[in-house]
């Protein structure tokens, strides 16, 4: 079985300029994450999707943040304008059959400059 | 507000010996636990969870934790630890008055030859 896939695995970009992540869950799975995760720092929800709805996105800065996930499958997450302090790592996770677990992808680090 | 304490941020240890990293959560209602491991530049991974049933929780790599209901606590622990355990390593708690997963600030686990 595949795991999360998430692409990039790294980013650099300048501060005030787009980025935009993304992730594939595992095959079947309604739930999608994504967390973000500051050096040093344990992962913070940033959204929840249950299938196509975004049922919980109260920690998800929304002035420059967005989220989508069209289809019920593969989700994006944009950041526009980046700044300095959005340097971290963004995680994708997927909830999995036994509705207790979830399951992560590798992340992509991200580096504003 | 539901939180996780993981009091030690890195533990220093040889070879084969003994490790135990120590979790607490803040909680008067059940909970689920969990703990995930993360190797370097990659995601997390579950290392045992503990829902219901025996306090004493088994898992991969070795890992066993111990659900302690009247110390809230949820200690990670292994008999024998190797080189290739050297990683970071989060618990986690779902309260059961919601679905969202809360991490700890993790601890570093470093084996030494």
């Known amino acids: 079985e595949a795991g999360v896939v998430q692409s990039p695995r790294y980013k650099i970009i300048e501060k005030k300029q787009p980025v935009a992540f993304w992730c594939n869950p595992i095959?079947?799975?309604?739930?999608l994450y994504w967390y973000r995760q500051n050096l040093g720092q344990g992962p913070e929800l940033l959204i929840r999707y249950e299938n196509e709805e975004a049922v919980d996105d109260s920690q998800l800065p929304k002035d420059r943040f967005s989220a989508e996930r069209l289809k019920g499958v593969d989700s994006t997450l944009k950041i526009q304008p980046a700044e300095l302090g959005d340097s971290a790592v963004y995680l994708c996770?997927?909830?999995?059959?036994?509705?207790?677990?979830?399951?992560f992808g590798p992340g992509t680090r991200l580096t504003v400059l | 507000a539901q939180s996780v304490t993981q009091l030690d941020s890195q533990v220093p240890v040889f070879e084969e010996a003994p490790v135990e990293l120590r979790c607490n959560y803040s909680?008067?209602?059940?909970?689920?636990l969990f703990w995930y491991v993360q190797y370097p530049n990659q995601g997390l991974q579950l290392l045992l969870k503990?829902?219901?049933?025996?306090?004493l929780v088994k898992g991969i790599n070795g890992f066993e934790a111990e659900f302690n209901k009247s110390q809230t606590s949820f200690h990670l622990r292994k008999p024998s630890v190797h080189i290739s355990d050297t990683a970071e390593y989060f618990c986690a708690v779902i309260p059961d008055n919601t679905d969202k997963l809360i991490f700890g600030t993790g601890t570093r686990l470093q084996v030494f030859p």
């Open positions: 503990y829902l219901s049933g025996s306090t």
């Open positions: 996770a997927s909830l999995g059959g036994d509705t207790d677990t979830q399951y």
């Open positions: 095959s079947g799975h309604n739930t």
């Open positions: 909680s008067s209602v059940s909970v689920y």
